[in-house]
């Protein structure tokens, strides 16, 4: 004799998905999800529930700014704007690129678990910078394609802010029409 489910019983587990599905105060949770995500009045203050690609990138970022520009100028304002820019242009990917994009980053990130024991982000500045050396002269081309990738997008923000933050704030347009 099967188990089956009574009208009752599907009624609660209705209702309870539609009160998940309903915005709580100031936090909201997606049906059928468990991100949660807050939703804040400042643009600056709003908060979201990173998922593991979203922190080795934001790894990747920060070891690729330490070894261009150095730690003196790498500001954590410069830091978390070209962070926040990177991952802006990984969820503008086409559909199709997105999950290659998340897997291979996944993948960058675990592979450091099998000759140290720890995740990239965990690795200290000079492991991390090893194993993206190591990626970048790889003999597989989706290897040196990922990290390239992330080079030329974490340089093209990093030069734009520092280059804002020269100008005081004013961006580029703004400066050079001033200059006219």
């Not at 105060?25 to 995500?37: C, E, P, T, V, Y």
């Not at 593991?52 to 730690?71: F, Q, Y």
């Not at 592979?111 to 492991?127: A, C, E, Q, V």
Request: hydrophobic share 40%.
């Amino acid at each position: 004799m099967a188990l089956r489910p009574t009208t009752s019983s599907f009624a609660t587990f209705s209702s309870k998905m539609v009160a998940l599905s309903t915005p709580i105060g100031s936090f909201s949770i997606k049906k059928r999800s468990l991100s949660a995500r807050f939703v804040g009045s400042e643009s600056t203050n709003q908060m979201i529930k990173k998922d593991r690609k979203d922190i080795i990138v934001a790894a990747l970022v920060d070891a690729i700014i330490r070894e261009r520009i150095g730690t003196d100028q790498a500001t954590p304002d410069v830091i978390n704007s070209t962070t926040s820019f990177v991952l802006t242009q990984h969820s503008n990917l086409p559909g199709f690129l997105q999950i290659p994009m998340r897997t291979i980053a996944l993948l960058f990130g675990m592979s450091t678990l099998l000759m140290t024991g720890r995740r990239f982000d965990r690795l200290p500045y000079h492991r991390q910078s090893r194993h993206i050396c190591s990626w970048r002269e790889s003999a597989f081309g989706f290897r040196r394609d990922f990290i390239k990738f992330h080079e030329t997008m974490t340089m093209f923000a990093c030069y734009s802010e520092l280059h804002d933050g020269a100008n005081h704030g004013k961006s580029a347009f703004e400066h050079s029409e001033a200059a006219d």
